[in-house]
């Protein structure tokens, strides 16, 4: 039995998943196996992965969503450590090997994830984030619902035994596109997450990414806080910092691509459920200056 068990989820990605095989099969650490899971995809995926029929598990699913196939790659796997990696994403060489040297030294650690270089279509660099590391290591799922916190999914490694207590991908999710969020909000309720503060995934911006379905991703949103922090009658203070929080997000996103009338209506969402963020007016006040004024 290999120590880790990569699981990999695609769908209609015969353009992108060849990098993503290619990347893990150049890891310096190597004692793992490649499940790729095809969640009924209609292109030439089966075809091109033909080439790897020696070096992955290949297992197909009508289509589902993502939250589905990644369960279905987890349940077919027994390994002691479970990655993720999406297939358009790809790993740096070192992804694993430094991964593993945490985890196995720490046993108080269930889940190691990693920075990571935002990359466009063309293949060109975009950004790399620069997150407030106070907020990433320990039991985070507080900063996880408020949103000053975020676990990405391609750069994740799991302690399985840890991941049986919490439960599978919640599949009410599947095509909403905030299944990854909810799990880690549960993993690390929980469990302590350890960051390595090293970007050792390349990231794909994709114009047709499931982040980009905007309605989507505020009803799955919606549906996790609501999971977590149901309405009650009266003052929800934490409640209402959360909902703000999305509407935030979701508002600066608009405005960094350059949307400033669906920025500020988002930016006015936000306001309505917590206005005293400072940072927030900051970043309203730019967008009207930088946009909106002559």
């Known amino acids: 039995m290999k120590k880790i068990s990569v699981i990999i ?41 033909e080439k790897y029929q020696d070096k992955i598990i290949y297992l197909y699913q009508e289509n589902q969503g993502v939250a589905i196939a990644r369960n279905t790659g987890i349940l077919n796997t027994s390994s002691e450590y479970i990655a993720l990696l999406d297939s358009d994403d790809e790993w740096l060489p070192q992804k694993l090997e430094m991964q593993m040297e945490i985890i196995e030294e720490r046993k108080d650690i269930c889940l190691v994830h990693t920075n990571d270089i935002r990359v466009s279509e063309e293949g060109t660099f975009l950004y790399i984030d620069e997150p ?7 039991k ?25 207590k919490v439960g599978l991908f919640d599949t009410f999710l599947s ?35 499931m982040s980009q379905h905007k309605e989507k991703m505020i009803k799955g949103r919606y549906y ?5 922090y149901p309405e009650k009658k009266g003052l929800n203070f934490q409640r209402s910092k959360m909902l703000s929080a999305i509407h935030y997000e979701i508002a600066d996103s608009l ?5 400033p009338r669906e920025a500020l209506l988002e930016y006015w969402k936000a ?19 930088k946009y909106l004024l002559p």
């Open 9 to 49: 989820p695609t769908y209609n990605s015969a353009d992108y998943i060849e990098k993503s095989i290619n990347s893990v099969l150049a890891q310096t650490y190597h004692d793992y196996e490649i499940v790729v899971i095809d969640d009924g995809s209609t292109d030439d995926t089966k075809k091109v992965l």
């Open 132 to 138: 407030k590391i106070k907020y990433l290591s320990g």
């Open 140 to 164: 985070i799922s507080k900063y996880l619902l408020l949103r000053k916190a975020a676990v990405k999914t391609s750069t994740v490694l799991l302690r399985r035994k840890c991941l049986d």
């Open 175 to 209: 095509k909403l596109g905030v299944e990854d969020r909810d799990l880690w909000i549960r993993f690390t309720k929980y469990f302590n997450a350890y960051y390595i503060d090293k970007p050792l995934v390349k990231y794909l911006v994709r114009s047709d990414s």
């Open 224 to 228: 996790v806080i609501n999971k977590y």
């Open 255 to 259: 405005s960094w691509k350059g949307f």
């Open 271 to 289: 306001c309505k459920f917590y206005p005293f963020n400072l940072p927030m007016i900051k970043n309203i006040v730019k967008t009207i200056v």
